[in-house]
């Protein structure tokens, strides 16, 4: 017997029992199963969260260093551009400037907020009134303060303040002395979480703050193989498995030319939309939808099937 | 992390392995789960589907 | 015929109540050629859909920083990350299934694009889960998946860093999302009924594949 069936048609040749309801609830049990057991084996991972002050008690030198940074303006989020502040462009796509023309909606600027701001808060007169010569100086004798303050900072390991000899770094030293102060309080965490509401749920502003850092927040990641460069988009802390479906957005930022362009997320994300696109047209891809023909696994899945009909 | 809380059977919180070879590499665990897709794939194909009345 | 044509309840009903017999949505027989483990992988995938959704509704009952102080917290977070990677592991091995099995024919592509679509959607959802550990986990990746959807524009409306927008997408709008493509792609699935075997298939007889 020979059937020519077209395959849009309903089925109306020989069937077999089932029970799809059945079938379900068997699925159910044997997912829930499956799932507790590999609980009980492994649980799942839960690595504290850091704070401004766990960073501040850890690596007090990285965030002087990364608090000079904020005012000079070197840091990655003082330098971002949108959606935070208009300090860059952003990564572009040839002609398209996706990041920049989506706005400034999320404002952020670190100097102010991450730094003057919390210390015009703290009930201590130095630390108000360094904030006050700060806000009053103009922005390229602040840049000179802070410049000169992140290049002396940087020459001494481990120094958290250097003394000014020279008299050129202004309010600085007193402002980044302060603020670890305040960081190692607990205070600087709420400062910057309530800034916005009373009750915060946003939790943007301490954040971008220990991403500058590369000292504390970017080495515990490292240590995780939690890095861009570490494939660490699909890694989890410890030794469970993360997102393995990510594997082939993480596979990009590994190879070049994305791993050394500025524009790599551009890149990548417009990459893997495509990829995403051909794999939903596979079954109009020239080629591709011919591979099931080609490679015939489907011999092996309908074994029977065709067995019966020989 | 609260050792109470972890009450695995078998401790996965310590540093993972990493596999590969120049920029590829994978963590064991992720390592598992990838195979174990590939595994159960070739298990579904050959282990034989046990019969059903036909009609 | 015509005033049936442009009557939009007629017509919602003509797509979807009378595209279907009851037999067909709810079936008690298969066709004889479905018999084989790989067939066992969409309702895997599915039932793996169930338990994200009953272990995460457990989750929310006492919030999400429960699980860090609570050893049954922490439990019902072991099986929503279990259930996580049992739900991709099914549906992986279900999509490389029905690619082999090129089940697109006969105007299955709809189908087929759904599956996608639910893939996708799937992939955003388990990465603001990711978000809302309010551990050193989430944090870190919060600050890494902003880079991404701020290359796009997208961050500027999708924040990563504001955890209390990432707990409201992943516990309504996306699963949300997740189930209705879902219940979109199972209809489309009973309604056409399971993919025949590739040499029954007439359009290949036909040389046009």
Redesign the interface.
Same mark, same amino acid.
């Given at each position: 017997m020979v059937?020519?069936?077209?395959?849009?048609? $309903?089925?109306t040749? *020989? =069937? +077999?029992?089932?029970?799809?309801?059945k079938?379900?609830v068997i699925? =159910?049990v044997?997912? !829930?199963l499956?799932?507790?057991g590999?609980?009980?084996?492994?649980?799942?991972?839960?690595? *504290?969260?850091?704070t401004l002050k766990s960073w501040a008690m850890t690596n007090p030198a990285d965030f002087a260093q990364t608090a000079t940074g904020e005012l000079a303006g070197t840091t990655t989020s003082a330098g971002y551009g949108?959606?935070y502040n208009h300090a860059a462009k952003?990564?572009t796509l040839g002609p398209l400037k996706?990041?920049d023309?989506?706005?400034? +909606? /999320?404002p952020v600027d670190p100097a102010k907020s991450f730094v003057v701001e919390p210390l015009l808060m703290m009930n201590n007169v130095d630390a108000t009134s360094s904030a006050e010569s700060w806000k009053a100086a103009t922005p390229d004798q602040q840049n000179k303060w802070a410049t000169a303050y992140a290049d002396a900072l940087g020459k001494v390991d481990g120094a958290t303040s250097i003394p000014d000899t020279k008299n050129e770094f202004g309010p600085v030293p007193t402002m980044v002395s302060s603020l670890l102060v305040m960081a190692k309080s607990g205070a600087l965490d709420g400062a910057l979480t309530t800034s916005d509401t009373p009750l915060p749920?946003?939790?943007?502003k301490p954040?971008?703050f220990?991403?500058d850092s590369e000292g504390y927040?970017g080495d515990?990641?490292s $240590?995780?193989?939690?890095g !861009?460069d570490?494939? !660490?988009?699909?890694?989890?802390? !410890?030794?469970? *498995?993360?997102?393995?479906?990510?594997?082939l957005f993480s596979l990009w930022y590994?190879?070049e030319p994305f791993k050394s362009s500025g524009?790599a997320?551009?890149l990548?994300?417009?990459l893997m939309g495509l990829l995403?696109l051909c794999?939903?047209l596979?079954? =109009?891809f020239p080629f591709i +939808?011919? /591979? *099931?023909?080609l490679?015939?696994?489907?011999r092996? /899945?309908?074994k029977?099937?065709?067995a +019966?009909k020989l | 992390m609260h050792a109470a809380l972890q009450m695995a059977l078998i401790n996965l919180n310590h540093p993972a392995h990493y596999l590969g070879i120049g920029p590829f590499q994978v963590s064991v665990g992720n390592l598992i789960v990838i195979l174990s897709m590939f595994v159960i794939l070739a298990l579904a194909i050959f282990i034989p589907f046990p019969d059903g009345k036909d009609n | 015929m015509s005033s049936s044509q442009k009557n939009w309840t007629a017509r919602l009903r003509k797509s979807t109540l009378e595209s279907m017999e009851p037999q067909d949505l709810l079936p008690d027989t298969q066709p004889a050629y479905v018999a084989s483990w790989i067939y066992v992988f969409g309702v895997l995938t599915l039932a793996s859909l169930i338990m994200l959704i009953a272990t995460g509704l457990v989750l929310t009952l006492e919030g999400p920083a429960w699980w860090h102080g609570s050893s049954v917290g922490h439990f019902w977070n072991s099986m929503h990350l279990w259930s996580v990677e049992l739900f991709f592991v099914f549906m992986v091995v279900h999509l490389w299934g029905k690619f082999w099995m090129a089940a697109w024919r006969g105007k299955r592509t709809a189908t087929w694009v759904t599956g996608v679509i639910a893939f996708m959607a799937s992939i955003v959802t388990a990465l603001t889960g990711y978000l809302i550990q309010t551990n050193f986990d989430s944090q870190w990746i919060a600050t890494e998946a902003k880079d991404g959807f701020n290359a796009m524009g997208i961050g500027a409306f999708f924040n990563t860093l504001n955890t209390g927008q990432a707990i409201l997408l992943h516990v309504a709008l996306l699963p949300l999302a997740v189930g209705i493509i879902v219940v979109w792609h199972i209809l489309l699935v009973r309604r056409k009924g399971v993919v025949p075997p590739i040499d029954n298939d007439a359009t290949l007889e036909g040389g046009a594949f």
């Open positions: 059937m020519k069936v077209d395959p849009s048609k $309903k089925w040749g *020989p =069937v +077999r029992s089932y029970d799809i309801i079938e379900g699925a =159910v044997v997912v !829930g499956l799932a507790a590999l609980s009980l084996f492994f649980s799942s991972p839960d690595e *504290p969260a850091v949108a959606p952003g990564p996706l990041q023309w989506a706005g400034v +909606r /999320i749920t946003n939790f943007t954040l971008l220990l991403a927040f515990l990641a $240590k995780q193989h939690l !861009g570490q494939w !660490g988009v699909m890694n989890e802390t !410890g030794s469970w *498995p993360g997102q393995s479906w990510l594997w590994q190879i524009n997320d551009t990548v994300m417009t995403t794999l939903a596979f079954p =109009v +939808r011919k /591979i *099931p023909y490679i015939p696994i489907h092996l /899945i309908w029977k099937w065709y +019966r | - | -």
